[in-house]
């Protein structure tokens, strides 16, 4: 009698460890639904150029597995919170320059081929593929982790994560949604897979490479390939890439870089837009409502639902306070990366940058304890909430947008880096990224706008475009100051609860946009941009200095777009 027969004999819960090498599957004493997975899994990898005969491989090993070996073999820590801490090493964030998709017959027609996404040939991929294996091949362990991306089942994808790593193992646990035993052993072919060897270095001299990092997307082969780089977001993004060529292409349902959330009490979901900085997570976090979840979705033909499994958290100046659900999402299986701690308590230390300012926490979504789990509301949405932080104290505090409008403002994509958020960053600086997603974009923007514009007319949504930036002067202005967070709240709220959208409006020149006279709990002069600077004749100026930036930046799309779309920005 085998072990396993023994523990399920007393009644002890068990799992299968998924342990694949070869002398486990010859184990005679193995039970035969062990033998019959471990099988097929070994004739799998054998094919992909594995060598089974000295790899061991662990799939869809448990966090306290995971924990183990990454505090064994890479230096992890465990945090005084319970989270574990590990490092990407030289790479802080992603490398978008050195990110390409593979230029073949069955998706050239479909990408939007150029800077954010650099054509790769065929041969060069195979090229790095093999490197990848090759090193993988060297290594005592690697960790295999299969999930799901999207929360629909009519929508999501299998996805096979093969690595070198412990902490990125857990990562993608936390990332992707997890599935249950029974859907495990019934996972069958992945849709889609990521080698990420990312310890080991891309060969600079391989045609068409200007690094030694490489992060490359196959569609034809649905494989990506991670060198050079062992920053786990990668591989996050990497997912949503895929997602958003495979949704639109494939399934025909419009994916969004975008935060959602549903009402408690009526079921109203809203979707929210906005660059880092803009007040994204911070809004889309209401007691009064639950997270469907904080990055990624499809809008589809039956409602909207969640990428991922998890939320991927920036970190820095983090406090119990300001943000008390990410704060306490930090428990054992969460991951905290880069982030520094004190050697003896192992507190980290949140406001620490000296490793990068782009701290970041991995975490189930049911971490968070007003989530919506499963994260799918078969419901069409009922609000859009597109969020910018003007610096230059133009932008009223909140519009409501046409279609067209709509369109406009998601291709533009506007928000502004103010002074000290980077180096060299002296004065306001306007940021435009298209659909609010432009690194991760693979079709061409046009085509998600329009997409979002025939589902708001077909759905009656309404759009609002909703400032959290300075008020009654520019930042760094005596009378500038940002608009205080109760007031963006208080907005907020009465989109929510319907007020917004019966109150009186009027326009706002220059930027055409229809603005509210009134909104309960926000002062009346504060909404009105040109009644909250006292110093009109600036206000003025910044006014046709921030039109004139858009105009220019739209410039690139507006031969591509409908004239109603063009008509729909500022006009100077």
């Known amino acids: 009698m085998s072990a396993t027969s023994r523990l399920r004999q007393l009644g002890t819960p068990y799992v299968t460890p998924h342990i694949l090498h070869k002398s486990y599957a010859q184990d005679a004493d193995a039970d035969d639904d062990t033998v019959h997975l471990v099988g097929k899994q070994i004739e799998y990898f054998s094919q992909a150029g594995f ?10 090993a448990s966090p306290a597995q995971l924990y183990e070996d990454a505090i064994r ?55 790095n593929r093999e ?5 993988l091949n060297t290594r005592d362990l690697v960790y295999v982790f299969d999930g799901f991306a999207g929360w629909d089942p009519r929508y999501r994808i299998k996805v096979r994560v093969v690595c070198a790593r412990a902490y990125h193992a857990l990562f993608m646990n936390n990332m992707l949604i997890r599935p249950t035993e029974e859907e495990l052993a019934n996972f069958g072919e992945p849709d889609f897979i990521i080698y990420n060897a990312g310890q080991f270095p891309a060969n600079r001299f391989t045609k068409g490479m200007s690094s030694t990092t490489s992060v490359e997307i196959n569609f034809k082969r649905m494989e990506m390939v991670i060198l050079g780089t062992e920053y786990a977001g990668e591989m996050k993004k990497g997912v949503f890439s895929v997602m958003h060529y495979l949704q639109p292409v494939k399934f025909g349902q419009l994916s969004l870089h975008s935060s959602a959330n549903v009402g408690i009490e009526n079921g109203d979901v809203t979707l929210f837009f906005g660059l880092s900085g803009t007040g994204k997570t911070t809004l889309s976090a209401d007691p009064r409502r639950q997270l469907i979840g904080d990055d990624e979705h499809v809008w589809s033909d039956k409602g909207v639902f969640n990428i991922e499994g998890g939320c991927y ?16 999402a930090i428990r054992f299986g969460s991951i905290l990366e880069n982030v520094v701690y004190d050697p003896i308590t192992r507190k980290p230390d949140y406001d620490d940058v000296s490793i990068t300012e782009n701290t970041r926490c991995a ?17 069409q949405p009922s609000n859009i909430i597109m969020l910018t932080c003007d610096a230059f104290g133009v932008l009223p505090p909140v519009s409501r947008l046409t279609p067209a409008q709509a369109s406009y403002h998601f291709l533009a994509g506007y928000t502004s880096k103010t002074p000290g958020t980077e180096d060299g960053v002296l004065e306001p600086i306007p940021t435009f990224s298209t659909c609010y997603s432009a690194p991760f974009l693979v079709l061409h923007p ?8 025939e589902r708001m007319a077909k759905h009656n949504v309404n759009c609002w475009l909703i400032n959290t930036g300075w008020t009654g002067g520019r930042f760094g202005s005596p009378a500038g100051r940002r608009c205080p967070l109760k007031f963006t709240r208080a907005i907020v709220d009465s989109v929510h609860n319907g007020t917004l959208a019966q109150v009186e409006f009027e326009r706002f020149e220059v930027f055409n946009l229809d603005i509210p006279t009134s909104v309960p709990g926000v002062p009346s002069e ?11 004749e600036a206000f003025a100026r910044e006014v046709r200095k921030l039109a004139g930036m858009f105009i220019k930046a739209f410039a690139v799309y507006e031969n591509d777009v409908d004239v109603s779309v063009r008509a729909a920005g500022p006009q100077v």
């Open 51 to 60: 060598d089974m005969s000295k790899l061991t491989l662990k799939r869809n």
């Open 131 to 135: 490197r990848a294996i090759d090193y």
């Open 313 to 328: 958290a920036k970190c820095i100046g983090l406090s119990a306070e300001k943000e008390p659900e990410i704060f306490n």
């Open 446 to 453: 046009n085509r998600y706008a329009s997409m979002l514009a």
């Open 73 to 127: 073999n890479e230096g992890a820590i465990i945090s005084s919170s319970g989270a574990l801490i590990n490092f990407s090493g030289k790479k802080t964030g992603r490398s978008p320059k050195d990110k390409r998709i593979v230029f073949e017959e069955t998706s050239k027609d479909n990408v939007w081929w150029g800077s954010v996404n650099i054509k790769m040939d065929e041969h060069t991929f195979e090229i």
């Open 526 to 536: 504060l909404l009105n941009p040109s009644h909250a600077w006292t110093d009109k």
């Open 363 to 379: 975490y189930p979504i049911d971490y968070i304890p007003n989530a919506h789990v499963p994260s799918v509301v078969d419901r």
